[in-house]
């Protein structure tokens, strides 16, 4: 940051005033094509209990840890982007699973060149240094690729010694700092390391994919990405796709500043004639960058990808026959992870494959594949329908992405933009798909090593104006979320325009046939306390809300009637839930557990007539112990009274 503020400082003018030519004439040096060219439960998982009515208590923690560490990143990463004031070190956060994620990294990050003076004061004096030595992040020496012994070989781990002389110690310290992941580690991995094949064998039947399928362009927008990782990138997808089906890689630098970005790698790529570099004239922000790199594309798909992922064997291929099959098939490969520390390359088989949704804080998440698109199956490695995308890697027609508008221009950065190609893709005539047979790996980051700008809520404003355009009437569940102020979000009316013009269908469309798993505060069966008739009648569930107290047991205390920790809602599908948060019983307490929407054990069969809570998977009722103290699973019996339940404003019609 040192860095950038020096530059700017020193060439402000000259950049304003020469800029225009200056990327023009970067531009017509690095597109022509080359070689002159000098110059990114099981239902398990599902869940608890998943499907059905097997009861499956142990299977579900470690998928649904992933998942939930991947949404927490993002949870995260809004947190700190929609932040007033950034301390150095705490901004940005990696999203999950290749989505939103990915935007705080690398890829995006609000830093605004001209403000000097904020720039300034968030800098620690000691970061100048820091980047002047970054001429010493050369390349290092590839290790033989063959070699099953070289450091991350086969998709190992690189395990630092415990007693590094101080010199290694500061290098890898800096190469956290820098990049919010291990670099030091990276370095020693050969940019062309071999990795493990994660595909099931249905992949790789003969016949599986056409034959002639249409080429692509790979775009990988990067800034101040580490060499190693950014090469190993591109290499990845050179050698892991056939020649034909890569008609060039565009790497467009969103206006980095670290030497190695600059000529090293035009020199490095001069070798490479596919490998075109486009040079942003300024920070532009995950979004317009993109944009940018598709103007110089010339292949009919369009493959986006960020600048630390590693592509498998057979990436490719799956992706592009979708499209070839129908151009109207937007598709995502599975994103594995990278581990940031080790550079470890974990896959899972296509059993534990996820797909997107989103909550009504228009924050996008992953849940498992829904029961009902499982059935549409003979195996789970055939491509299942995704509600939304995480948006970071994805393949699209050209041309079809151009018919939709690609992005709203009128957002910034990052942050929405996946959610708006999501559900234009599926209003207005498209399918969005998760492609298990297609495994790219992804460095997933704790925090971002960029700056946001400050004082802009980003995500905000370009949410609202999702909200706007695409959401009808379900525009007021997210506006309810942000104290109804949707603040200064421009003008959407060529937005709205386009969706007239594309003959789109309604939101509520989207939802009943594409993400009907999503819950609509709108349409519960009751909503407020459930009450326990035993003993006394007086006694609530009763449970704080938040991520924080997800696995915690649901608790009980004396009805108050003023809703917080004791407002249920009873949903058509038979879950109790507050938000994302569902009652759930797996054998041991009732606790509360992300909502999987696949009944199991979030499945409560709620009888108005005899009362009783029937639990879908175990057949046991819900009652409370004697104490009142503690929720208790028994065998059902309609004479019980501390078996029998009242539901607040239960509405059957809604049934
Ligand atoms: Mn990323």
Redesign the pocket.
């Known amino acids: 940051m040192g860095l950038i503020g020096r530059r700017r400082s020193s060439f402000l003018k000259i950049i304003a005033l020469l800029g225009v030519v200056w990327f023009m004439v970067v531009f017509v040096l690095y597109s022509d094509d080359g070689s002159s060219s000098s110059s990114r439960s099981a239902g398990g998982v599902a869940g608890p209990s998943g499907g059905g009515s097997a009861f499956e208590a142990p299977r579900r923690l470690p998928l649904q840890g992933i998942r939930d560490r991947f949404n927490q990143f993002i949870i995260n990463a809004r947190e700190d982007a929609n932040k007033d004031d950034l301390s150095p070190d705490v901004d940005g956060g990696?999203?999950g699973a290749?989505g939103v994620?990915?935007?705080?990294?690398?890829?995006i990050d609000g830093d605004v060149p001209f403000v000097e003076k904020e720039t300034k004061r968030k800098v620690p004096p000691k970061s100048k240094k820091r980047n002047e030595n970054q001429d010493l992040t050369g390349v290092i020496a590839p290790p033989n690729e063959d070699s099953p012994d070289a450091p991350g070989a086969m998709g190992k781990p690189v395990v630092l010694p415990k007693d590094m002389s101080p010199e290694m110690k500061k290098a890898v310290d800096d190469g956290w700092a820098k990049n919010a992941f291990n670099q030091y580690a990276a370095d020693m991995i050969s940019i062309r390391r071999s990795l493990p094949d994660p595909r099931d064998p249905w992949c790789k039947e003969p016949n599986r994919y056409q034959k002639d399928l249409p080429a692509t362009s790979v775009i990988i927008c990067f800034h101040n990405e580490a060499w190693s990782v950014l090469l190993r990138t591109v290499h990845s997808v050179l050698d892991r796709s056939p020649e034909h089906l890569v008609k060039e890689v565009i790497l467009v630098d969103d206006f980095s500043d670290m030497p190695h970005t600059q000529k090293q790698l035009e020199d490095y790529f001069e070798a490479y004639p596919r490998v075109k570099i486009v040079r942003a004239p300024k920070r532009e922000g995950l979004i317009r960058a993109r944009l940018l790199g598709a103007r110089y594309a010339t292949a009919p798909v369009l493959t986006y990808l960020?600048?630390?992922?590693e592509c498998t064997t057979g990436w490719l291929e799956p992706l592009l026959d979708r499209i070839a099959k129908n151009s109207t098939t937007v598709v995502c490969p599975v994103i594995d992870v990278i581990d940031d520390n080790t550079m470890e390359y974990h896959y899972r088989d296509s059993g534990g494959v996820n797909v997107g949704g989103f909550d009504w804080n228009l924050q996008f998440n992953w849940h498992a594949v829904p029961e009902k698109e499982k059935r549409r199956h003979k195996s789970t490695a055939e491509p299942v329908w995704s509600p939304t995308m995480a948006g970071?890697l994805f393949s699209i027609d050209k041309e079809f992405f151009e018919r939709l508008g690609t992005y709203d221009s009128g957002f910034d950065i990052w942050g929405g933009e996946n959610l708006e190609l999501s559900f234009k893709t599926w209003m207005c005539g498209g399918t969005l798909e998760i492609v298990p047979c297609s495994h790219v790996g992804?460095?997933?980051?704790k925090r971002s090593p960029y700056k946001w700008r400050t004082g802009v809520n980003v995500i905000k404003r370009n949410s609202v104006r999702l909200a706007e355009v695409w959401l009808d009437e379900y525009a007021k569940y997210y506006y309810q979320r942000i104290g109804n102020d949707k603040g200064d979000y421009g003008d959407v009316s060529s937005r709205k325009q386009l969706r007239e013009e594309l003959g789109c269908k309604s939101f509520r469309w989207y939802l009943d046939n594409i993400f009907p798993e999503l819950f609509i505060p709108g349409e519960a069966v009751a909503s407020g306390e459930v009450r326990n008739m035993g003993y006394g009648n007086r006694t609530c569930l009763d449970a704080p809300g938040g991520k924080k107290n997800l696995r915690k047991p649901v608790g009980l205390y004396p009805c108050h009637n003023q809703g917080g920790n004791q407002y249920w809602m009873l949903s058509k599908t038979g879950e109790i839930r507050r938000d994302e948060a569902c009652l759930d019983y797996a054998g041991q307490d009732v606790i509360l557990y992300p909502c999987h929407g696949s009944k199991g054990n979030q499945y409560w069969n709620y009888s108005p007539s005899s009362r009783l809570l029937r639990h879908g998977s175990s057949d046991k009722c819900l009652a409370i112990n004697e104490s009142k103290q503690k929720l208790v699973m028994a065998d059902c019996d309609a004479s019980v009274e501390a078996q029998k339940w009242l539901f607040q404003n239960y509405d059957p019609s809604k049934l």
Do not use: A, L
Request: net charge negative; aromatic share 10%; charged share 20%.
């Open positions: 990696e999203g290749g994620v990915d935007y705080v990294n690398n890829n960020d600048s630390h992922c970071g992804h460095i997933f980051r």
